[in-house]
Nanobody, 123 residues
Framework: QVQLVESGGGLVQAGGSLRLSCAAS????????MAWFRRAPGKEREFVAR????????SYADSVKGRFTISRDNFRKSLYLQMDSLKPEDTAVYYC????????????????WGQGTQVTVSS
């Protein structure tokens, strides 16, 4: 199993940047495929970005492509999301998720979740 704790959220003006972190506990973090999802008020949870266990593959939602960068540090058991050129529509609670075998953009495919961190982008 793996436990996940997100941090780094906050209030930022449009055009600004934030870096989210997701700290994992457990000895097998390096074998988990990881992803970031978000849920805006009144909306369904949506895929943001994912990264393979090795870091060798990443993919992004079209809405964040070119602005967000997902990365991981298996030695530090951490996942990151660098968010640049933020827009008001990026306002949401951001969640990291982990799965030992599946590498999906669907939230139902992930077994482990953090509690979320709020990101608010003002116009």
């Amino acid at each position: 199993q793996v436990q996940l704790v997100e941090s780094g959220g906050g209030l930022v003006q449009a055009g600004g940047s934030l870096r989210l972190s997701c700290a994992a506990s457990g000895r097998t973090f390096s074998s988990y495929n990881m992803a970031w999802f978000r849920r805006a008020p009144g909306k369904e949870r949506e895929f943001v970005a994912r990264i393979l266990w090795s870091g060798g593959s990443t993919s992004y939602a079209d809405s964040v492509k070119g602005r967000f960068t997902i990365s991981r540090d298996n030695f530090r058991k951490s996942l990151y999301l660098q968010m640049d050129s933020l827009k008001p529509e990026d306002t949401a609670v951001y969640y990291c998720a982990a799965d030992p075998s599946r590498y999906s953009i669907s939230s139902v495919m992930y077994d482990y979740w953090g509690q979320g961190t709020q990101v608010t982008v003002s116009s």
